[in-house]
């Protein structure tokens, strides 16, 4: 993070007038970017701060029925990720087969930084602010919530910003495979806010494939590490590094804990929660009057 500049310096660009430029200035979105990382880590910090102070606000109280809010809120959260990876995915293809090649893709800033890809790659990182408000629902509807989720965002939110302002080349996979994998996530979310029930083994595969996502990201670091120590180029610093490093192992922990114990260990709480709220079918026949006889 840059220091207090002195009163003669410009003032950063606004995010209006970064996502209005045409062509894309990436430049220009690193300056915005950085003039807000503090604001990244002030906001965090009220956001924890926020959650837990509605949370025992909403102690004895009833949770608040806000299914319409919800279900928009998962719907523009499910389109601007299905955009996001339709077009980040024609820019890694682009960079892979197009460009410089696989490993470059990850090593080196190119085209995947510029014009619309370039665009919707800024966007990413500031919408990161806006997906705290995943939480704020869960809060005030009184589910659980558990140190995963709210870690998550915090950590998510601070590697993006800090990230895009260092030149991080391998972003461009971390941000196509995130945009990939939250196109369904929230596409299950509006689902369930609709109370459209899904089974439980997609909510099993969707975990699955968010584990997947972070470990195909710690693949890509430890090339990127070991080209890093033999003098190779790698368009990253070794903060940004260091921080996704640590911040994707602990994501397969945290990640891979909450699976064991939703889906394996003792029968998968989520499947035994989905045997419980589904009727056996001699059940369903008995209350409709249609009980067979071997």
């Known amino acids: ?27 220009a979105a690193k300056v915005y970017t950085e003039s807000v990382q503090w604001a990244g880590i002030w906001v965090a910090t009220l956001y924890v701060i926020a959650i837990f102070g509605i949370q025992w606000f909403m102690k004895e109280r009833k949770p608040l029925q806000i299914s319409l809010s919800l279900q928009l809120w998962n719907a523009w959260l499910a389109l601007f990720s299905i955009m996001g990876s339709i077009v980040t995915s024609y820019g890694l293809i682009r960079e892979i087969f197009f460009g410089d090649g696989l490993v470059a893709s990850y090593t080196k800033i190119g085209s995947f930084f510029e014009g619309t890809v370039g665009l919707w790659t800024f966007w990413f990182c500031i919408s990161k602010f806006a997906e705290l408000g995943d939480t704020i629902f869960i809060v005030l509807r009184k589910r659980p919530l558990i140190f995963l989720h709210w870690y998550h965002h915090v950590a998510t939110l601070n590697y993006g910003l800090m990230s895009y302002v260092d030149n991080t080349a391998f972003n461009s996979w971390i941000v196509w495979l995130n945009f990939s994998v939250h196109a369904v996530m929230y596409s299950y979310y509006f689902l369930a806010a609709c109370k459209i029930r899904l089974p439980a083994w997609f909510a099993q595969c969707l975990t699955s494939a968010q584990i997947t996502q972070f470990l195909i990201t710690l693949a890509i670091l430890a090339h990127a590490g070991i080209r890093m120590v033999n003098g190779l180029r790698v368009d990253t610093t070794v903060t940004s590094y260091l921080y996704c490093l640590l911040m994707e192992i602990s994501y397969v922990a945290l990640f891979g804990n909450f699976f064991y114990h939703s889906y394996i260990r003792g029968g ?27």
């Open 1 to 27: 993070m840059s220091t207090a500049t002195s009163s003669n310096s410009p003032s950063p660009p606004s995010f209006l007038s970064v996502s209005l430029s045409q062509p894309f200035d990436f430049q």
């Open 268 to 294: 998968g709480k989520k499947f035994n929660r989905e045997k419980a709220k589904k009727p056996t079918e001699e059940q369903h026949s008995m209350k409709n009057g249609t009980t067979k006889m071997d």
